[in-house]
């Protein structure tokens, strides 16, 4: 049996990957169709770094996900401590409100703000409200239940305890969250504010509802780029996208693996002190 | 030694229309080391957070060195706590973890070192300063909690069942630790257990709550000797408890004999409890016994033998280190001073009966007293 | 106390982006496109793409299934492995999840054309091309490549929080190995399975994009249609109504499958 799922992991695995290699292929083509290797050149990436238009795309990209997800961490930290001290109803309309971007599907949500800022549009009275501002609130509101729902458990985790502590030792309720409590969720802040990132960098479908003219993400662009005949350049993008990713997720992983280690051996270390 | 500190007056605790302190009135002297002591859920851990300043009264007040603190927030009293499960930073060493209350309160770096430094002697932890905490031993890490609120000078130590989580050997050598450091800061200590051993053991004062009231406040002497009624008589060690009726001043008269007792000030044939601690209890021959009865189970405890005694269908324990086989009928005496009465109360008829005397008793006891409330 | 009101701007926030937004896709969903008065022909409207919503909620049923099927075994064994291999395949799980989805549905299409990848190999044996693009199969194709990661890291989670102890103990109540993973291993990962169900079937069951490159005019699914009611049709009072329409059959199946776990909040978070 162990075998067994050891050859179907391998195989999905494979699944998983073979279009990436063939993408990733592509990019050192020196022809223009995918299924046909005409032979190995670096013109793709030359090509790529001569496109300023490409890159600055990139660069909008960057500068939405990192202002989003760092927006959202704060509101959502707030937000998560909040709702950690109610109770009842009041917390459960506010989760329920907080799963609805979870649970919509990305094209309703999309939709729904496309809406919303057609119909401020006209309120205002401004013509084309679509643009940077209308992508960064699209992209704070679906970051923020990823926040929430990675810095709640930390707090139900946490002894209740240390927030009395601190204050029982002079802290104010603010010196008390900035020096105990920040601390104790910081983890769920991080991996909050990571996978928000990423999906900011990622999101095609809402930003594609609301973006304009004036201000257009990468994924946006890639989307019309694959409706006209593909310009292998992308694949170039796409490759060194995969490999900075890959680098990132390695170096998590190291950090997440030296972590682990360590509180494994201090817990050894208070097993043979006891 | 008997300065008045702190004063709860007609003090009155509700969480959703649930009443969990009933008007308690209490004062605690300077210097004192003072027990509140009481079975889960007796609001005895509810009346350290409202001294704390975690909890707000519904109504009544508390008053610190005569003023008024019901408003005054936690980090403004000086008063410590060392919290139950100790919450001490997971993030901080055992240094940060002590220095971290004097840090707040912005001293020099200097002093901060030279107070950590003695305390870390007190608390007998030299050279452990850079130890993770997470990577302490239980009883270590009670010391740091102890250190971290005691570096701070407080005029008050809050203790909630600070012993709970430890074994039982650690548990009596942290007792006599606790005694000789609350001597050796002279300061006052407030300390929560359900323990009446810890409590007999510690205090100055013991405070036995249950329901959200107290029970009785005195000495350890006065609450084991003359416990107030039934619970009290109870909850502090082991008890035989029976219907009398006091004849006279100093004349009871229980299972239809007449007893000589200490005690006066009852009413004329007033129905009583009467208390009879299992130790008390002379084995005698029958011949010469004021009482006679079976012996029904016989349970060696080590010092002594846990002897159940079947008088007219009514059960009772008897300590002894005299062994009487089971089945065996013996005689006991009672002395006067072996005989206390108490009026009766609420309490009258629920406890005291060992008809369901068992060995494993104490255990489950124990199991139940273990959880907290809350 | 006073920490409550930290919610307070993150409240006005979901008011004004999550909950006015819903507010206007009602709005729109009832209101004729020319003259903004009351009606109720785009809901009636909405009969003509029956088939187009059947096909897309079978299909992704289908795609969620094969999920399921491909992604217990793998995350199974996945959680069966040493600690630090854990790690590793688990980033090798969330790797294409932070990928371009455009561009590796794309690859796809490179892979599966008349001309393709695949069909060249086959070509080169000798064989006939095969018809492997443009049909529901490759629709199928597409949603279980894009979302098994999705269906794979909840079932990881869960599996690999089960204590070892109660597999122990199960075996020593007398349960043969397929005993312990029927009546213990299985029940146990309902939470994430639900998860993994749900992370599937809303995206696939409301994409437009993998039914576009790897689909045919013929396949079109809901997406698709409500996407062109946006951005070429321009109807959007029946865009809005089709969104509603989405909407709603998705919160009453993501209702249905949360009655199957008890903690809702959590629910969502296994990732």
């Not at chain 2, 929560?192 to 009785?216: C, F, N, P, R, Y």
């Not at chain 2, 005690?263 to 004329?268: A, H, L, Q, V």
């Not at chain 3, 996945?78 to 989805?101: D, E, N």
């Given at each position: ?49 001569r496109d300023d238009d490409l890159l600055s795309l990139l660069g ?178 796409f490759t060194l996208m995969f490999i900075a990713i890959l680098i ?27 | ?228 009624n039934a619970f009290v008589a109870d909850f502090i060690g082991e ?136 | ?271």
């Open positions: 049996m162990k075998k067994f799922n050891r050859a179907f992991t391998i195989l999905v695995f494979i699944f998983l990957y073979i279009p990436m290699i063939v993408l990733l292929v592509a990019s050192f083509n020196s022809g223009n169709d995918v299924a046909v290797f005409k032979g190995f050149t670096f013109d793709q990436y030359k090509e790529l770094f909008n990209s960057l500068i939405i996900s990192v202002l989003a997800s760092l927006i959202a961490t704060i509101l959502g930290t707030m937000a998560a401590l909040g709702i950690h001290k109610m109770k009842g109803k009041l917390r459960s309309a506010v989760m329920t409100v907080t799963n609805i971007p979870m649970t919509n599907p990305d094209i309703v949500t999309g939709v729904a703000l496309a809406l919303l800022f057609a119909f401020a549009g006209v309120a205002l009275r401004i013509h084309s409200i679509l643009g940077f501002w209308t992508l960064l609130i699209a992209h704070i509101t679906f970051n923020l239940p990823y926040i929430i729902l990675n810095v709640m458990p930390k707090l139900s985790q946490m002894d209740p305890d240390l927030t009395e502590a601190a204050m029982d030792l002079g802290c104010t309720p603010s010196q008390a969250f900035f020096k105990v409590v920040l601390h104790e969720i910081m983890p769920g802040i991080i991996s909050g504010m990571l996978m928000a990132f990423t999906m900011s960098l990622d999101d095609f479908v809402i930003s594609y509802f609301v973006t304009g003219s004036g201000f257009v993400t990468l994924p946006v662009e890639i989307y019309s780029y694959t409706k006209k005949p593909m310009q292998p350049k992308i694949y170039a993008l990132i997720m390695s170096v998590m992983n190291l950090l997440q693996a030296r972590d682990k280690t360590k509180r494994q051996r201090s817990r050894l270390l208070g097993g043979r002190v006891k | 030694m008997s300065q008045e500190l702190i004063r709860l007056t007609d003090l009155v605790m509700e969480f959703d229309g649930e009443r969990i302190l009933d008007s308690i009135n209490l004062y605690i002297n300077d210097k004192e080391f003072l027990t509140l002591l009481g079975p889960s859920g007796c609001g005895k851990t509810t009346t350290l957070r409202v001294i704390g300043g975690f909890l707000t009264p519904t109504s009544g007040d508390v008053l610190f060195d005569g003023k008024r603190i019901n408003d005054v927030p936690a980090y403004q009293r000086k008063i410590n706590t060392v919290f139950q499960r100790y919450a001490l930073f997971p993030h901080l060493d055992v240094y940060d973890n002590i220095a971290f209350g004097l840090r707040i309160a912005k001293l020099s770096e200097k002093e901060i070192d030279e107070r950590v430094t003695e305390m870390l002697e007190i608390v007998s932890l030299k050279g452990f300063e850079n130890r993770k905490v997470t990577s302490l031993s239980g009883g270590q890490q009670q010391r740091v909690a102890i250190a971290r609120a005691l570096v701070n000078r407080p005029k008050v130590l809050l203790l909630d069942e600070p012993l709970g989580a430890l074994d039982l050997r650690l548990r009596k050598d942290m007792q006599n630790e606790l005694k000789r450091i609350q001597q050796a800061m002279d300061i006052t200590f407030i300390y929560v257990t359900h323990d009446q051993e810890e409590a007999l053991t510690m205090s100055d004062t013991i405070v036995v709550m249950d329901k959200g009231k107290i029970q009785q406040i005195g000495s350890p002497e006065d609450i084991y000797n003359e416990p107030k008890s035989n408890i029976l219907d009398g009726v006091m004849l006279d001043d100093y004349l009871v008269k229980f299972f239809g004999r007449q007893f000589k007792c200490l005690d006066k000030g009852f009413e004329k044939n007033e129905p009583v409890d009467v208390v009879i601690r299992p130790e008390d209890i002379d084995i005698v021959p029958v011949e010469q016994g004021h009482l006679c009865g079976t012996v029904t189970s016989v349970t060696f405890k080590g010092v002594h033998y846990d002897t159940i005694v079947d008088f007219k269908g009514f059960k009772w324990l008897i300590q002894t280190t005299d062994f009487c086989p089971e089945g065996s009928y013996i005689g006991i005496r009672l002395n006067p001073e072996d005989i206390h009465i108490m009026h009766k109360s609420e309490y009258s008829g629920m406890f005291g009966d060992y008809s369901s005397y068992s060995a494993e008793y104490d255990e489950i006891a124990d199991a139940e007293g273990g959880e907290d409330e809350e | 106390m006073k920490s409550k009101w930290l919610s307070g701007p993150y409240i006005l926030w979901m008011a004004l982006f999550t909950l006015i937004p819903l507010g206007v896709v009602f709005y729109y969903a009832f209101t004729d496109s020319v003259t903004g008065a009351f009606t109720l022909d785009n809901l009636a409207n909405i009969g003509n793409y029956l088939p187009i919503f059947l096909r897309s909620i079978w299909l992704s049923i289908f795609a969620t299934v094969i999920c399921l099927l491909i992604a217990y075994p793998v995350a199974y064994y996945i959680a069966h492995c040493k600690p630090g291999t854990q790690r590793f395949l688990q980033m090798m799980v969330m790797l294409p999840m932070c990928m371009s989805f455009l561009l590796r549905t794309l690859a796809w299409v490179a892979l599966l054309e008349d001309t393709g990848i695949i069909n060249n190999l086959i070509s080169a044996i000798g064989l006939e091309p095969l018809p492997l693009i443009r049909n529901n199969g490759a629709v199928i194709l597409g949603m279980v490549y894009n979302y098994l990661p999705y269906m794979i890291l909840p079932l990881y989670t869960v599996i690999m929080k089960i204590d070892p102890r109660l597999i122990e103990a199960a075996q020593d109540l007398g349960c043969n190995s397929r005993q312990v993973f029927s009546k213990v291993i299985l029940p146990l990962s309902v939470p994430g399975i639900v998860s993994g169900i749900t992370m599937v079937f809303v995206p696939a069951v409301s994409t437009f994009y993998i039914s576009q490159k790897l689909g045919s005019p013929g396949t079109i699914l809901i997406g698709d249609v409500i996407e062109s009611q946006f951005k070429s049709a321009y109807n959007p009072n029946l865009g809005a109504a089709m969104s509603l329409v989405l909407m709603i059959l998705i919160f009453v199946c993501v209702g249905i499958m949360n009655r199957f776990t008890n903690d809702e909040e959590e629910s969502m978070v296994t990732l």
